[in-house]
C-alpha cells in the first residue's frame, strides 16, 4: 500500500499489504482470544476501554497528525475527532454495565425470567477513510467492551490509522488477538467473511460495498449492521433564524472538507426567504479558508484522493451542463494536491447527479421549496435516508415536521451528528442498525432468555 498526502501528492508511506492467509492466521488468533476475553469481568474490561481514553487524550497531537498526513482532515478537526474518540471510551467506560444488566421479566410465581446479553465472537469491521480514527472506535469501543473481539479491515490509504489504533489497545493492555487491523484488498474481504469463525460485520461505506456484504452475511446467516451513504436534506423554514442556519449550514455542508455521510448535502429553502438565505450561505461560504491542513487556522483540506477530487468535479460539471448554475466555487484549484473549493450550486436540474447522487465533497445543491408541504416533499425525494436537519423558530412546528422525515435521525436548529449517548444510523439505502448508546453496543450481543424454575 503506498500512502499518498493528497495536500502535496507526494508519498509518504509504503506498507506490505496481507492476504488471506495471513488473515486466516488472524482469525485463529481471535478465536483463541475470545475463549478468555468473553469470561473477563465487564468491570475490567470498563476499566482498559477507559485506559484506552488515557491513551488517546496524551498522543491526540501525534494521532491527529497522522490523520492529516493520510486523507488530509485538518489538523484542528483532526484533534476534535480524537478528543470525540476518548469521549466514546469514557461513556462506555462509564456505562456498559448498565447497558449490559440482565433484564427481568415478569414470571409465574417461584420462577425467574431474564434477558442476558452474551457476546457472539470475532467481528469483522470493513471501516472507511473520511474519519479514520471515529468511524473504528464507534464499533470497537462498545463491542469489544461487551466481550466481541475485532478484526478492523481498514480503507487502503489510511494504513497508518488502522496500525495506531492496534497499537492504542494493545498498549493499553488488551490481551493478544482482542482487537487486528489487516492491511488486507476489498478481494479478501468476502472469503473472510465466509469464514465460520466471523459472527458479525459491521461496515461504514458506500452503497455497492454494503450490498457485498450483505449479500455474503446473508448467505451465511451473520448479523451486519451497515451504515451507508446520504445526502441529507438541510430545510430552511420562512420563519427560521437566517443567520443561524447559514452560518450552521456552510459548517454542516463543509467539515471535513465536505467528505461526510451525514453533511448537509441538500438545501431545501422556503420560497419567501430564499433569495436572502443564498445570499447569506454564499458568504458564509466564501469565508472559509482552504488551505495546508496542518495550519491550524485551515477550515477546507484537499479531498482524500486525487480520484476522489476528479470523481466529485465530473458530478458538478454534468450538473453544469444539465443546468445547473454555479453560485460560487465550482473548479478545482490551481495548485498542488487535491484541492476543491466550497461550491454551491442552485437551479438543479431533475435527473443530473447534483440532484440524484451523494456528492461527497464540499459541494452544496440548493433548492427553492414552494411552501412547507413542498420542502418536506423535495427533503423525501432521495433514496437515502440517514439525517435531516429543519430550521425553525417555532419548535412545536420543528418537532411535529421531524416526523414527516424519512431519515433515521432528525434535527431541529442543530446541524446533524452523532452523539455517544444516542443512537446513530440510517434507513433505505443509508443502511441499517445502529451504533452508540445502548442499542450499539448491543448489537452485537444474543440476548438470551433464561428461565429458572
Known amino acids: 500500500m503506498n500512502v499518498i498526502n493528497p495536500a502535496t501528492g507526494d508519498q509518504i508511506d509504503t506498507y506490505e499489504d496481507e492476504d488471506i492467509t495471513e488473515a486466516k492466521e488472524a482469525l485463529d488468533t481471535a478465536t483463541d482470544a475470545f475463549d478468555s476475553w468473553r469470561t473477563r469481568p465487564l468491570r475490567e474490561r470498563e476499566e482498559l476501554l477507559s485506559d484506552v481514553a488515557d491513551i488517546l487524550g496524551e498522543r491526540k497531537q501525534k494521532y491527529a497528525e497522522l490523520m492529516t498526513r493520510e486523507m488530509g482532515k485538518p489538523v484542528s478537526q483532526a484533534k476534535g475527532e480524537i478528543e470525540k474518540c476518548e469521549w466514546l471510551c469514557n461513556h462506555y467506560a462509564e456505562h456498559a454495565d448498565a447497558y449490559l444488566a440482565d433484564e427481568f421479566h415478569p414470571s409465574p410465581a417461584g420462577s425467574a425470567v431474564k434477558?442476558?446479553?452474551?457476546?457472539?465472537?470475532?467481528?469483522?469491521?470493513?471501516m472507511p477513510w473520511n474519519f479514520p480514527f471515529w468511524q473504528v472506535f464507534r464499533f470497537a469501543a462498545p463491542y469489544l467492551t461487551a466481550g466481541n473481539v475485532g478484526i478492523l479491515k481498514h480503507a487502503s490509504n489510511v494504513p497508518g490509522c488502522a496500525l495506531a489504533i492496534e497499537e492504542i489497545f494493545r498498549d493499553a493492555g488488551y490481551p493478544e488477538g482482542v482487537f487486528q487491523s489487516l492491511l488486507l484488498p476489498s478481494s479478501s474481504v468476502e472469503d473472510l467473511l465466509a469464514d465460520d469463525r466471523v459472527k458479525a460485520a459491521t461496515l461504514t461505506g458506500s452503497g455497492p460495498a454494503g450490498r457485498a456484504i450483505a449479500s455474503t452475511a446473508g448467505e451465511h446467516l451473520k448479523k451486519t449492521v451497515l451504515e451507508l451513504g446520504g445526502s441529507d436534506p438541510f430545510v430552511v423554514l420562512d420563519d427560521a433564524d437566517l443567520d443561524a442556519a447559514a452560518e450552521t449550514g456552510a459548517w454542516a455542508r463543509n467539515q471535513n472538507s465536505g467528505q461526510s455521510c451525514i453533511a448537509a448535502k441538500r438545501f431545501i429553502v422556503h420560497d419567501e426567504i430564499y433569495d436572502e438565505f443564498v445570499d447569506r450561505l454564499v458568504d458564509e461560504f466564501d469565508s472559509l479558508t482552504v488551505g495546508d491542513p496542518m495550519d491550524e487556522d485551515t477550515d477546507i483540506g484537499p479531498?482524500?484522493?486525487?480520484?476522489?477530487?476528479?470523481?466529485?468535479?465530473?458530478?458538478?460539471?454534468?450538473?453544469?451542463?444539465?443546468?445547473?448554475?454555479?453560485?460560487?466555487?465550482?473548479?478545482?484549484?490551481?495548485?498542488?494536491?487535491?484541492?476543491?473549493?466550497?461550491?454551491?450550486l442552485t437551479d438543479i436540474p431533475e435527473g443530473?447527479?447534483?440532484?440524484?447522487?451523494?456528492?461527497?465533497?464540499?459541494?452544496?445543491?440548493?433548492?427553492?421549496?414552494?411552501?412547507?408541504?413542498?420542502?418536506?416533499?423535495k427533503a423525501n425525494d432521495t433514496e437515502f435516508g440517514l439525517g435531516a436537519s429543519i430550521w425553525t423558530e417555532d419548535r412545536e412546528r420543528g418537532e411535529r415536521l421531524t416526523h414527516e422525515i424519512d431519515a433515521g435521525c432528525v434535527y431541529v436548529n442543530q446541524l446533524v451528528k452523532s452523539d455517544p449517548r444516542v443512537p446513530f444510523g440510517g434507513v433505505e439505502e443509508s443502511g441499517y442498525g445502529r451504533e452508540l448508546s445502548e442499542i450499539g453496543i448491543q448489537e452485537f450481543v444474543n440476548r438470551k432468555t433464561i428461565w429458572v424454575e
Open 352 to 377: 443530473c447527479p447534483a440532484d440524484t447522487e451523494e456528492l461527497f465533497g464540499p459541494v452544496a445543491s440548493v433548492y427553492r421549496a414552494a411552501d412547507e408541504e413542498d420542502a418536506i416533499a
Open 115 to 126: 434477558t442476558s446479553y452474551e457476546p457472539l465472537g470475532t467481528v469483522l469491521a470493513v
Open 303 to 344: 479531498q482524500a484522493r486525487e480520484d476522489l477530487m476528479e470523481e466529485l468535479h465530473e458530478q458538478v460539471s454534468e450538473s453544469v451542463d444539465a443546468g445547473a448554475t454555479v453560485e460560487i466555487g465550482g473548479e478545482p484549484l490551481d495548485c498542488e494536491g487535491a484541492f476543491y473549493p466550497p461550491t454551491m
